[in-house]
């Protein structure tokens, strides 16, 4: 990704590249197998590239999700362009292990050479399938048991397994695996259970991991919603620190808990985490979230929720989502989804005719994934780009940011903002929430009292 910044920031340290030019898709450094730079910050947010075994990381990076190795809609060619164009992207070893299975993706040199992709691949370990397929699920110390929702078959996953599995895919990040419970749980000696488990968990992934100097082993940070000093995301987080991995995840949220609940979770693990490793906010996705978490210093972000909604015909904006399907959209013949945005589908297509696609087949849905895509790591780039000029460049982007948004949601409610720069109704938990990250919302009407619910669209 690179910087759209034309406005005389300094530069970045020129860094030795790991990955010559040219260079196969298998190709993988002897050491180290992860280098982290900070490059720039405001306070806590952070500027940083990550070096991975194949090609560098600019962060604050999103990871679009290619579960079984593939992005619904999207080839690897049309990923590569220069619209998109992601420098890393996510598959899941449960659904790999499945289908096409790793043992037939090691035959053939990796997931990289599987799918053709050049860059850098990170997997997740198999254990949010705890939650999304917990009727499918026994969890037990030795590992996870699922039943295959194609054929019904059992599948054992331990935390050796999971390795096993990420070590044949090849990844360039793997994920442990971790005792995942559902954030919404109200049975507090169940997260004690899991908060435990994943660190004893995590000690056997990084035993039983045989290529550290060409794959990274992230730990996750679990312990619910407990944020009280020495509770259990303070026992998790001191626990994974003493560990030393290459870097950390935040992880058991975006289950349905509160916005208040939730940033005070990632608000607690950053400050915590080690300054000079990278931070990766697992399963969040809304524009609105990486905005406010990128400010509190998450580094990393991986959701389903981009391609996911574009399958509905949702398009994404920083005014908020634009319902391609509504009949509002048929009569804009000349109106892209966002003019501000220069990509592929912005420049080619109307609402109107996209309003149409979605209507006819599977083109539809195809044009606004690549639009939903674009969106996201552009918003990436620009939230980079703020923090990279420094002075107050980030606070105004995202002050920016939430006067285009609330503005947006002023106007379809029928509420007039009183003056320009007004923010309008931001919700209570984004005040709070950035004013930790040491950003001031100008101070106007007010909704919501931090208690929206993380499984549900702020936009």
Known sequence: MGDNNSTGAPSEPTLPPLVPEGTPPSFTPASPALCFHIHGRWRRARAATVHLPHGPLATPVFMPVGT?????????????HEDLSPQIILGNTYHLALQPGTELLEEMGGLHEFMQWPRNLLTDSGGFQMVSLLALAEITEEGVRFQSPVDGTQM??????????????????????DDVVSSVTVDHARFVEATARSIRWLDRCRKAHSRPREQNLFGIIQGGLDTSPGGLRDE???????????GYAIGGLAGGESKEAFWKVVAQCTAALPEGKPRYLM???????LV????LGVDMYDCVYPTRTARFGVALRDAGVLKLKNKACAGEEKQAIDPSCGCMVCRHYSQAALHRLLKSGALGCQLVTYHNLAYMLGLMRRMRSAIMQGGQAFPRFV?????????SKNREEGVECRRKGECGMVPEWVREALAVAG???????QEGNGHDQGGKDPF
């Open 439 to 445: 950003i001031d919302v100008p101070d106007q009407s």
């Open 399 to 407: 002050v920016r940011f939430l006067t285009t948004h609330y503005a």
């Open 236 to 246: 998790c987080l001191t626990a994974m620190v003493a560990r030393d991995c290459p």
């Open 68 to 80: 079984k190795g593939t992005i619904k809609g999207i080839p690897t060619e049309q990923l590569l």
């Open 156 to 177: 054992l996953l331990t935390p050796e397994m999971s390795i096993s599995h990420q070590n044949r895919i090849g990844s360039d990040i793997m994920m442990q695996l």
């Open 283 to 289: 399963g969040v996705g809304y524009p609105l979230d």
């Open 292 to 295: 406010v978490c990128t400010a």
